[in-house]
């Protein structure tokens, strides 16, 4: 088992930055990747970033490439997403996932953080 907390939400206006945590406890958080997701009112849950087990690989949405950079802290078992240039857009609920094998769906996820971006 994973638990997941993510933290770092809040309301911004646009331009602004925000910075998302995720914690993690339980399983051997460095040894699995790490993608950051996000849900807006009515629509589909889509993948914002990923990072693989040591941070040499990442991975991001088309729309927030040059905007969001995601890393990791293996020693303190967490997760980041820097969030720079903010727009309306990208209000949603962000969530933090884990994902045990490569190429299969995410296995664990966390409780979200909402993150709104006022014009």
């Known amino acids: 088992q994973v638990q997941l907390v993510e933290s770092g939400g809040g309301l911004v206006q646009a331009g602004g930055s925000l910075r998302l945590s995720c914690a993690a406890s339980?399983?051997?958080?460095?040894?699995?990747?790490m993608g950051w997701f996000r849900q807006a009112p009515g629509k589909e849950r889509e993948i914002v970033a990923a990072i693989s087990w040591s941070g040499g690989r990442t991975y991001y949405a088309d729309s927030v490439k040059g905007r969001f950079t995601i890393s990791r802290d293996n020693a303190k078992n967490t997760v980041y997403l820097q969030m720079n240039s903010l727009r309306p857009e990208d209000t949603a609920v962000y969530y933090c996932?884990?994902?045990?094998?490569?190429?299969?769906?995410?296995?664990?996820w966390g409780q979200g953080t909402q993150v709104t971006v006022s014009s």
């Open positions: 996932a884990v994902q045990i094998k490569a190429g299969t769906p995410y296995d664990y």
């Open positions: 339980g399983r051997t958080f460095s040894s699995y990747a």
